[in-house]
């Protein structure tokens, strides 16, 4: 079943547009940038995690299937871990997903992202 996509609220909205964004140099063939729970208000990055897992979507990452939430272009998406124990948030654009680099011919040649995915 398809879940419809819910808007982020006013506050979440806020949130990502005004938190340091960092890019991730560690995957440059993945390009995408996190929040770390540590850096920013515990309340929100909780809130937006919630969110996430709640109005998104399944999908793949080689073997690992995870939960992304699409928004402006751009998909969020943790680990998986319980809630308590999730540390970061990732994001990238949607033209950047793995489903869609794979529908498009231009997944990365090497392997380190399949082995961190598994």
Same mark, same amino acid.
């Given at each position: 079943?398809? &879940?419809?996509?819910? /808007? @982020?609220?006013? !506050? $979440?909205?806020?949130? %990502? ?21 540590? &850096?920013v208000?515990? /309340? @929100?990055?909780? !809130? $937006?995690?919630?969110? %996430? ?31 308590e124990?999730?540390? %970061?948030i ?19 040649h ?9």
């Open positions: 079943m398809m &879940r419809v996509s819910v /808007a @982020l609220p006013i !506050a $979440l909205r806020a949130f %990502i547009e005004s938190a340091q964004w960092t890019f991730a140099k560690t995957m440059p063939e993945w390009p995408h940038e996190y929040l770390l729970r540590d &850096r208000d515990r /309340a @929100l990055f909780e !809130a $937006l995690v919630c969110h %996430i897992r709640h109005h998104g979507i399944e999908q793949r990452f080689y073997q690992r299937v995870l939960t992304y939430f699409a928004e402006d272009g751009l998909l969020y998406w943790t680990m998986g871990e319980p809630i124990e999730t540390i %970061i990732n994001r990238c654009k949607e033209e950047g997903s793995y489903e869609n680099r794979l529908k498009n011919g231009t997944l990365p090497n392997n380190q992202a399949q082995m961190i995915s598994e």
